[in-house]
C-alpha cells in the first residue's frame, strides 16, 4: 500500500500534494521517449509494468523535456490517472524514477499512486559516499548492492578508497606484486579472507558500468605519500630505505611513506595512475594526502637533496611538492585531482578540490581562497565509523554521530564568505572499515546515517524539520527492508 502523503527521500525541491479524487489503481501502460531509448533496460527493470510506443495509449509517460533546466532536474505529475515524468537528461529521469517508486506502489502491473505536482532538483552537484575497502575487503556483489542503495538516494559519487596502509585493492597489470603482496594480509582472526583479496580490472570495469547505469561517477582514491605500508611492502624501493615490511596489521596512522627523493617513486606513480585514468572513465582521481608522516623524509638524503634542489623549507613544503607534481600527472591522464584535507599543507596547487574531514574550517579556510571543497567533517557528522549513541553495546569507534547528528549538519559552515558558498560543491558521508568486516556491518553503519545526509545534499537544509523528516524515515525504511538492508533500528537522536 502506498503512503498517500509526500514520502520521498530526499525531499523534493517543491511538491504539492493533490486530493483524494487524484490517487488512483489502474493497469500500468508505459512510453518511454525515444531519447531515454538507452536507459530503457534498466527503467523497465526499475518499472515493471508494460511499456506501449503509442503515446496516446500509455498512462505512464516518461517524456523528453528540453526546458527543464539542470541535467538531474525533473518534474513529475501524477494527476488524473495520468503519471507524467518529464526531464532533459536521462539523469533527471532517473532521479524521477527514483521518487516516482517511493511514491506508488506497483503490483502486478498495477500502480497506486497519490496525486501530486513534484519539481525538483538537487542543491548539491556532489553527493557522495566513501567506502574504505582497504581495510577489509568487501566484494563485488556487496558493493554492486551499496550502489543501488546510493541510487535511491540520488546520490551521485562513490569514493572508493582502493589502498592503505592495510591493502592495495586495485590490480595494476604493470606491477602485479602490488595485489600479489599488497593485498594479503596476515592476521590471526577468522575474518582473514576479507582481508586478503582484490579487485581486478575486470572487477573494476563491472563496478564501474554498474554505477554509471545508476548514474553514480566512481571516484578511485590511491592514498599517497602516506598510508603506503601495503605498496611499500610489495615494492620495497618506493620507501626511502629500501625497508622490507610486511602489509600493516594494525590500525592507526603509520609512519611508512613514499620516497620523494627517488626519481623511480615518480616513475612508478606515472605508471599506476595511467592504468587508473584507463580504468576509470569519471572526471577525477583522488590522491588522499593524509596522514602523511615525515619521519623518513627527515633523514633521507635523497629527500633532503631534493628540498635542497626545489628550494624547499621544511618536508610540510617537500609534501606539497610531491602532491603538485602527482597532481600534474592526473592532470596529464585528463582527470582532475582530489584530495583530504591536509594537501593543503605548504601551499596547495590551484585546481585540487579539498576535503574537509577534521572539522569544517579547513574546508572555510580552502573555499574562501577560491578552491572547491567537499564537506564531510568527521565529528558529529559525515563520519559512520563512529557510533550511533554513546553506549557501549554499539559498534564503532573514535567518536558518536546520532542521525540527528548527521542530518543537522549544514555544510556551508559559518565563515564562508558570500562569494565563496559557489565552492562548497557537496557533501559527502565516509565510512572507513577498520572495525567493519562484514558487508552487512557497513549496512548497519551507513543507514540511515546516510540517508539523513542525503536529504542535506539533495535538498539542503532551509526550512526543514526534524519531526517531518523522521516521518518520512519510517515509510523509507520498507524500501530499505525491501532490498534486504541490515540498517540501523536504535534511537534517532
Ligand atoms: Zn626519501
Redesign the pocket.
Known amino acids: 500500500m502506498y503512503n498517500k502523503n509526500m514520502n520521498i527521500i530526499p525531499r523534493p525541491k517543491s511538491y504539492k500534494l493533490l486530493g483524494e479524487e487524484d490517487n488512483f489503481n489502474l493497469e500500468g501502460l508505459l512510453f518511454i521517449d525515444r531519447l531515454f531509448e538507452t536507459e530503457k533496460s534498466c527503467l523497465v527493470e526499475h518499472f515493471n509494468v508494460q511499456t506501449t510506443t503509442d503515446l496516446e495509449k500509455a498512462n505512464i509517460k516518461f517524456l523528453y523535456n528540453k526546458d527543464i533546466k539542470g541535467d538531474e532536474s525533473y518534474t513529475l505529475n501524477i494527476y488524473k490517472e495520468t503519471i507524467t515524468l518529464c526531464a532533459n537528461n536521462s539523469a533527471g529521469l532517473f532521479y524521477g524514477i527514483q521518487s516516482l517508486k517511493q511514491l506508488c506502489c506497483i503490483n502486478d502491473g498495477r500502480v497506486e499512486a497519490p496525486g501530486i505536482i513534484i519539481t525538483d532538483s538537487p542543491r548539491f552537484t556532489w553527493r557522495g559516499a566513501m567506502v574504505d575497502t582497504s581495510r577489509h575487503f568487501m566484494s563485488v556483489k556487496s558493493l554492486k548492492k551499496f550502489l543501488d542503495l546510493l541510487a535511491i538516494h540520488k546520490i551521485n559519487k562513490f569514493h572508493w578508497h582502493l589502498t592503505d596502509d592495510q591493502g592495495w585493492r586495485i590490480e595494476i597489470k604493470k606491477y602485479p606484486e602490488l595485489t600479489k603482496i599488497g593485498s594479503k594480509r596476515v592476521l590471526n582472526t577468522v575474518k582473514e579472507y576479507y582481508s586478503s583479496d582484490f579487485y581486478s580490472q575486470e572487477d573494476i570495469k563491472s563496478i564501474v558500468k554498474y554505477a554509471m547505469e545508476r548514474h553514480i561517477e566512481v571516484i578511485p582514491e590511491i592514498d599517497i605519500p602516506g598510508h603506503s605500508t601495503a605498496a611499500i611492502a610489495s615494492i620495497k624501493e618506493l620507501s626511502?630505505i629500501n625497508e622490507e615490511l610486511n602489509v600493516a596489521t594494525t590500525w592507526g596512522v603509520h609512519n611508512k611513506i613514499l620516497?620523494?627523493?627517488?626519481e623511480s617513486v615518480f616513475t612508478w606513480l606515472d605508471d599506476v595512475i595511467k592504468e587508473i585514468a584507463e580504468l576509470f572513465p569519471g572526471r577525477y582521481i583522488h590522491l588522499g594526502g593524509d596522514e602523511a608522516l615525515k619521519d623518513?623524509?627527515e633523514s633521507?638524503p635523497?629527500?633532503q637533496k631534493r628540498m635542497e634542489d626545489e628550494g624547499l623549507e621544511n618536508t610540510k613544503e617537500l609534501q606539497s611538492y610531491f602532491i603538485k607534481r602527482v597532481s600534474k600527472t592526473i592532470n596529464k591522464y585528463g582527470k582532475k585531482v582530489l584530495g583530504w584535507e591536509e594537501v593543503i599543507e605548504g601551499g596547495l596547487a590551484d585546481d585540487i578540490t579539498v576535503f574537509s574531514w577534521q572539522g569544517v574550517e579547513v574546508g572555510v579556510e580552502a573555499a574562501n581562497k577560491g578552491h572547491d571543497v567537499i564537506m564531510c567533517p568527521n565529528q558529529s557528522a559525515c563520519y559512520f565509523d563512529h557510533k550511533h549513541l554513546d553506549d557501549e553495546d554499539e559498534p564503532g569507534w573514535l567518536g558518536v554521530c546520532s542521525v540527528k547528528d548527521t542530518w543537522s549538519f549544514n555544510p556551508i559552515a559559518e565563515g564562508i564568505t558570500e562569494e565563496a558558498k559557489k565552492h562548497i560543491l557537496g557533501v559527502q558521508g565516509n565510512t572507513w572499515t577498520e572495525l567493519i568486516m562484514y558487508p552487512k556491518t557497513l549496512e548497519y553503519m551507513v543507514f540511515p546515517r546516510l540517508t539523513a545526509l542525503s536529504e542535506t545534499m539533495w535538498y539542503g537544509v532551509e526550512d526543514r524539520d526534524w519531526e517531518e523528516f523522521k516521518n518520512r524515515l519510517k515509510s523509507f525504511k520498507l524500501t530499505l527492508d525491501n532490498m534486504g538492508v541490515n540498517y540501523y533500528r536504535g534511537d534517532l537522536e
Open positions: 626511502c620516497c620523494a627523493g627517488k623518513y623524509w633521507c635523497l629527500c
